[in-house]
């Protein structure tokens, strides 16, 4: 049985990559697991300079989910390459690296600069709901999503990932403008807006007020955009939101992902990437499904 998947020309040993954000760039986690069991490690976004991130409390606990409000807390893309790609690439997995930025320059300079480091593919965050400027303003626009597509497009040297937010009305026209600005593949969904209040203090319970919701709550959401971007464009998708098992892995690439990511699930489990690995193995075992592109998109 083959898990192999090609995205945007780059070949990946199985499917499985972890959710920008909730990972690290994987040192946290080499302890509890192997690294080059992953498809590929998509790092937390990197911006051109350090962004220190938002006050606490930043992250709260809901049912089937979580809120955070990080804000795209990064040392900066020099530290980064200096620290953390030498880390990664003494694995045997594909590096992503998910960069964010408050102005469109500003992404254009973090995808030059990557230009010159041996990282496999790019993705644009353009959906993070935790940061007043860039983020989730470029993404619910598709003016804005061609355009910041378009400009990063002609500075990355690396196939270009384009990850949507789902707080829009229709995910689909934020597909096709990506699409149109020359993304090589898209990822989604990013988390989708919401609150938690504390009644005894009589304030909300995340110090930014609102905050992105992610975890096995929004996993039909999820999927949903997902079989619907798979019908209206011709790129490969990441899939991800709520993904604990490989089960709900496979639910995604029945819709349309070609790879799928693990995130929130890791806070609860942290060797839970392996074991969507391993799930989508037993599940293609079992089926006697000899190649994942028998089942992608059947939906
Ligand atoms: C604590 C936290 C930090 C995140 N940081 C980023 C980020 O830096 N860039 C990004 O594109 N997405 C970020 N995300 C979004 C995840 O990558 C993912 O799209 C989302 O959480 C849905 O997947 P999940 O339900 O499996 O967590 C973050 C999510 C969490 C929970």
Redesign the pocket.
């Known amino acids: 049985m083959n898990s192999k998947i090609t995205i945007a020309g780059v070949e990946f040993k199985n499917p499985v990559m972890t959710?920008?954000?909730?990972f690290g760039s994987g040192r946290e986690y080499g302890e509890y697991m192997d690294l080059n069991q992953l498809g590929a490690v998509?790092v937390?976004?990197v911006a051109i300079t350090p962004w220190k991130g938002n006050p606490a409390p930043r992250?709260a606990e809901t049912y089937g989910?979580?809120l955070?409000s990080?804000g795209?807390q990064?040392p900066g893309v020099e530290a980064f390459i200096e620290n953390d790609i030498p880390f990664l690439r003494q694995y045997d997995t594909k590096i992503i690296v998910?960069i964010?930025g408050r102005t469109i320059e500003e992404y254009c300079q973090v995808a030059e600069r990557l230009g010159e480091v041996d990282v496999d593919l790019l993705?644009l965050?353009i959906?993070?709901p935790n940061v007043k400027e860039g983020g989730v303003a470029f993404g619910t626009d598709p003016f804005m999503v061609e355009k910041v597509t378009k400009e990063v497009k002609k500075y990355s040297k690396q196939p270009l990932i384009v990850?949507l937010s789902p707080n829009v009305t229709d995910i689909t026209e934020m597909a096709r403008a990506a699409e149109s600005g020359g993304a090589d593949g898209l990822?989604l969904?990013?988390?989708l807006l919401g609150m938690a209040i504390d009644i005894y203090r009589r304030k909300p319970v995340l110090a930014m007020k609102v905050g992105?919701f992610?975890?096995?709550a929004?996993?039909p959401v999820?999927l949903r955009m997902v079989y619907q971007v798979n019908k209206a464009v011709n790129l490969p998708i990441i899939g991800?939101?709520?993904?604990m098992t490989g089960e709900d892995a496979i639910e995604f690439i029945m819709a349309g992902a070609t790879g799928v990511?693990?995130?929130?699930?890791h806070?609860n489990n942290p060797r839970a990437s392996l074991e969507v690995v391993e799930g989508i193995q037993k599940y293609m075992d079992t089926y006697g499904v000899k190649d994942l592109a028998e089942i992608r998109g059947i939906i």
């Not at 991800?240 to 993904?243: L, S, T, Y």
Request: aromatic share 2%; charged share 10%; net charge positive.
């Open positions: 959710a920008s954000g909730t998509v937390k976004g992250i989910g979580m955070n990080v795209l990064n998910n964010a993705e965050n959906s993070c990850k990822s969904i990013n988390t992105g992610s975890g096995p929004i996993k999820a991800m939101g709520g993904i990511a693990v995130g929130t699930a806070f």
